[in-house]
């Protein structure tokens, strides 16, 4: 069978509302992930052994099962124990922002854990108040070091949304497989299916080395 992608020009429109509700979901789980991950993080590195250990067990949990299966568990299992009913669109943000979360969180750990201990000793030195040695000294170094990493798991996530298709929300990639069946035009559609996300996620990719040499070079200073 001759390849023809002369088909796909009749769901231009169709891919492109399918590529911006990935782009919406994935903008909505980042904010809400890394705001999630960074108060995980914080937990993490508490003087508490219970708050670090609850937020160990989430963490482990998340980072150790596979995300399908968290997203099936949300869209069909939850509702039954919650007794509430949970739409597609619903279950996806949950599930990739707790997914979000549990990676970002050990980034932020980690970035928490690069800051100097002399910066905490100068804060309290000076006799600063502990929200404002998070706030003002600890935090911003933290942040810094983090985001090339972050950016990279903002990218992952960005890949990992196609899996939202499975739970029937109109993504990038379930708008491709209808198209493939409807065509039944599998090679052509799922190739350039691929090559979307592929032209936005390969940029980024760049992007996330172009900001880390510029980060280190300043953390070098």
């Known amino acids: ?13 169709a891919l492109a509302v399918g590529l911006w509700t990935t782009i919406k979901l994935t903008l909505i789980c980042v904010v809400l992930g890394c705001s999630l991950g960074f108060l995980v993080g914080l937990a993490r590195t508490s003087p508490s052994a219970i708050v670090r250990g609850i937020a160990s067990v989430y963490v482990e949990f998340f980072r150790g099962t ?22 597609n669109l619903a279950s996806g943000v949950i599930a990739l922002t707790l997914y979000m979360g549990a990676i970002t969180s050990e980034t932020f750990r980690a970035s ?11 804060c309290i030195a000076l006799g600063l108040p502990r929200h404002v040695q998070v706030v003002n000294v600890i935090l911003p170094q933290a ?37 493939s ?12 299916v691929a090559l979307i996300y592929f032209a936005i996620a390969f ?19």
């Open 1 to 13: 069978m001759a390849l023809d992608f002369s088909v796909l020009l009749r769901f231009q429109e």
């Open 66 to 87: 596979p995300v399908l299966i968290q997203l099936f568990w949300i869209f069909f299992c939850l509702p039954l124990i919650l007794g509430i009913e949970l739409s």
């Open 112 to 122: 928490l854990k690069s800051v100097g201990r002399e910066q905490m000793d100068a």
């Open 143 to 179: 942040v810094l070091r983090a985001v090339p990493t972050l950016l990279s798991n903002c990218v992952s996530l960005f890949k990992e949304s196609a899996l939202v298709s499975a739970v029937g929300m109109a993504d990038l990639m379930f708008v491709g497989q209808n198209i």
């Open 181 to 192: 069946n409807n065509t039944a035009r599998p090679v052509e559609v799922l190739t350039i």
């Open 203 to 221: 940029p980024l990719t760049r992007a996330v080395t172009l900001v880390e040499g510029r980060i280190l070079k300043k953390l070098a200073i």
